[in-house]
């Protein structure tokens, strides 16, 4: 087969998924992956972030978003919380499934357990938002030593990498350098404590 038409014959299996309620389903590097939503404490993580997003942003043309496909060229991402224009209707991809990528401009990951779940979110997220140019990746991973949070910024769509990524201990604030969201600080108050 070839790449477009396998793409394509990804892309419409997955409209065609009729999972049941709790599951979701994403179009990662080349494969549907099924995954249940999230366990109490990432849920917890992903939905401060969301609030204090939303209170950064409030007043302006950029909003959080939670629960809403990502679309880019036939890939399907379901991130924890991103920036996209708060009226999503100019930005709504051609089936109208979800937001393109091009108008995103910053994705948050909270990894979830299980050694599969790490890498889905450390590696190959990581390297599909670069592929898509996405302009600020934010992991916050409970999973990292006593808990990290990594901030990439500089998409390599070419090399499916970034230029800049800056690693820091929970308790350590993060500040988003760039885009509708630049100064928003990622501090304790989101990740929580150092995990021991």
């Not at 087969?1 to 892309?11: A, R, S, T």
């Not at 302006?60 to 939670?66: K, L, N, R, T, V």
């Not at 091009?102 to 790490?118: A, K």
Request: aromatic share 8%; hydrophobic share 35%; glycine share 8%.
């Amino acid at each position: 087969m070839n790449e477009p038409h396998f793409d394509e014959v990804l892309w419409q299996a997955w409209k065609a998924m009729d999972l049941p309620e709790g599951y979701r389903a994403e179009i990662i590097e080349g494969a549907i992956e099924v995954s249940p939503t999230a366990r109490r404490s990432h849920g917890l993580i992903a939905n401060r972030v969301r609030r204090a997003l939303d209170r950064f942003l409030d007043g302006g043309e950029y909003a959080c978003h939670q629960d809403v496909n990502v679309i880019h060229e036939r890939k399907v991402w379901v991130p924890d919380a991103f920036v996209a224009p708060e009226d999503t209707e100019s930005c709504r991809d051609e089936e109208d499934m979800g937001v393109r990528a091009d108008s995103v401009q910053l994705i948050v990951e909270v990894v979830s357990p299980g050694t599969r779940n790490r890498d889905r979110d450390r590696v190959r997220k990581r390297r599909e938002y670069a592929r898509a140019g996405i302009p600020v990746y934010v992991v916050i991973d409970d999973h990292d030593g006593e808990g990290a949070v990594t901030l990439f910024t500089g998409p390599r769509p070419d090399k499916a990498d970034w230029e800049d990524i800056h690693r820091v201990p929970y308790g350590t604030e993060v500040v988003i350098p760039e885009g509708p969201a630049k100064g928003f600080a990622v501090t304790e108050a989101v990740t929580g404590r150092l995990r021991t």
